[in-house]
């Protein structure tokens, strides 16, 4: 089954504030449409980004990326049939439409309406409304309305495709969501259970609320690396992915990057995922001086599979000699690039052992790495 999801990020949302489209403003550290997206990653097939013609910035950053992207409409149905469009050839079967300010939506709601999906052609979550509610003309109650029967719409509305392709192909126009184009088609749809964390932001004071909800269920590992290496034959050493003059090199199975393996196994060791000897086996001739870039990519890569992202690493490399303070800004630049990180969300830190120990006495180098991951 090939499953999708269509973020619908082309409106300006400068109703919540902040002087600009809602979904770029900050929240909790990151850009509200950026914790959108990491909803998604890891739940679907396919994420289609639907982006106005107006945000260049986010053209340029999301391209070439594991995003789609595709520019939005007049209106939201209109974004959201580019969106559809844009999943043309790829055989998807199942498709989500979210509003990209519901970045608290949780993985549990995505996957109940997909599940639903596997007996209805439409499912969407609601809420069932529990306060009392009224009419009015702004200044007095002028009635009463019963509660019974009525639902708060959330999103991710979910369709089979070809389904919603049509409706919204046959759709006069002026629906208020997906929904009501869906039934307008004569498509049946299933509620399943909302989540009162699930807010839309609308309004600034929406933006501290989810900031509540996104720092009481954060996610945070911390893990820790070690690793020794003993000198050898050599005019160099490779450090953090960096080739530093030396007059002798370290002996390893791989190319014996001390400070790259402590950072993999910092990684490894906050997914609780073993170390570097588990993943690549130095019994196994293939990784015989390997770069050690491909086992850091590797504990990336598995740290996106299982929905985290590296928030920052820092890393201490432990040595008399060779001095480490004139390259610690191309390791950190490597490191950052290896891992698709920014430069200042990685530390490079020297020290010596005041001459005490085997790094004292200049027999080899050893490293320390920490790493934080963040529940996307």
Not at 36 to 41: A, H, I, N, V
Not at 82 to 86: D, I, K
Not at 370 to 373: K, M, S
């Given at each position: 089954?090939?499953?999708?999801?269509?973020i619908?990020?082309?409106?300006?949302?400068?109703?919540?504030?902040?002087?600009?489209?809602?979904?770029w403003r900050?929240?909790?550290?990151?850009?509200?449409?950026?914790w959108?997206?990491?909803?998604?990653?890891g739940?679907?097939?396919?994420?289609?980004?639907?982006?106005?013609?107006?945000?260049?910035t986010?053209?340029d950053?999301?391209s070439?990326?594991?995003?789609?992207?595709?520019?939005?409409?007049?209106?939201?149905?209109g974004s959201?049939r580019?969106?559809?469009?844009?999943l043309?050839?790829?055989e998807?079967?199942?498709?989500l439409?979210?509003?990209?300010?519901r970045?608290?939506?949780?993985?549990?709601?995505?996957?109940?309406?997909?599940k639903a999906?596997?007996?209805?052609?439409?499912?969407?979550?609601?809420l069932?409304?529990?306060?009392?509610l009224?009419?009015?003309d702004?200044a007095v109650v002028?009635?009463?309305?019963?509660?019974?029967?009525?639902f708060a719409?959330q999103?991710?509305q979910?369709?089979?495709?070809?389904?919603i392709?049509?409706a919204?192909?046959?759709?006069?126009?002026?629906?208020?969501?997906?929904?009501e184009?869906?039934?307008t088609a004569g498509?049946?749809?299933?509620?399943?259970?909302g989540?009162?964390?699930?807010?839309?932001?609308?309004?600034p004071?929406?933006?501290?609320?989810?900031e509540?909800?996104l720092?009481?269920?954060?996610?945070?590992?911390?893990?820790?690396?070690?690793?020794?290496h003993?000198?050898?034959?050599?005019d160099?050493?490779?450090?953090?992915g960096?080739k530093?003059p030396?007059?002798?090199g370290?002996?390893?199975?791989?190319?014996?990057?001390?400070?790259?393996?402590?950072v993999?196994d910092?990684i490894y060791?906050?997914l609780?995922?073993?170390?570097i000897?588990?993943?690549?086996p130095?019994s196994?001739?293939?990784?015989?001086?390997a770069?050690?870039e491909?086992?850091l990519r590797?504990?990336?890569e598995?740290?996106?599979?299982?929905?985290?992202?590296?928030?920052?690493?820092?890393?201490?490399?432990?040595?008399?000699?060779?001095?480490?303070?004139p390259?610690?800004?191309?390791?950190?630049?490597?490191l950052?690039?290896?891992?698709?990180?920014?430069?200042?969300?990685?530390?490079?830190?020297a020290t010596?052992s005041?001459r005490?120990g085997?790094t004292g006495?200049g027999?080899g180098?050893?490293?320390l790495a920490?790493?934080?991951?963040v529940?996307?």
């Open positions: 089954m090939t499953t999708a999801a269509i619908v990020a082309a409106g300006r949302g400068l109703r919540a504030g902040g002087g600009m489209p809602k979904q900050p929240l909790a550290g990151r850009r509200v449409a950026d959108t997206l990491d909803r998604f990653r739940q679907v097939d396919h994420i289609v980004l639907v982006l106005s013609d107006e945000d260049q986010a053209w950053e999301f070439g990326t594991d995003l789609i992207l595709t520019a939005g409409g007049n209106d939201r149905a959201v580019n969106g559809l469009a844009a043309e050839g790829l998807v079967e199942q498709v439409i979210h509003d990209v300010a970045p608290c939506v949780s993985g549990e709601t995505i996957q109940n309406v997909l999906l596997s007996t209805h052609d439409a499912a969407a979550p609601g069932s409304v529990t306060d009392a009224w009419t009015g702004g002028t009635g009463t309305q019963d509660r019974g029967g009525l719409a999103t991710p979910g369709f089979c495709y070809e389904a392709v049509a919204h192909a046959a759709h006069p126009g002026g629906a208020a969501d997906d929904v184009v869906a039934r498509l049946d749809v299933a509620i399943v259970a989540a009162a964390d699930n807010i839309k932001i609308t309004r004071e929406d933006f501290a609320r989810a509540r909800i720092g009481n269920h954060m996610d945070v590992r911390l893990g820790n690396g070690y690793d020794v003993r000198f050898g034959d050599g160099h050493v490779v450090l953090c960096v530093v030396h007059d002798r370290l002996q390893g199975h791989s190319d014996a990057d001390v400070g790259m393996h402590a993999t910092a060791g906050a609780a995922q073993g170390d000897g588990q993943h690549f130095p196994d001739p293939q990784w015989k001086g770069a050690s491909t086992f590797h504990a990336v598995l740290a996106g599979q299982m929905g985290y992202g590296i928030s920052n690493v820092d890393c201490t490399l432990v040595c008399e000699y060779p001095k480490i303070g390259h610690a800004p191309a390791m950190r630049e490597e950052a690039r290896i891992m698709g990180l920014r430069a200042d969300q990685v530390s490079i830190k010596t005041e005490l085997f006495r027999e180098i050893a490293s920490t790493a934080c991951l529940k996307s």
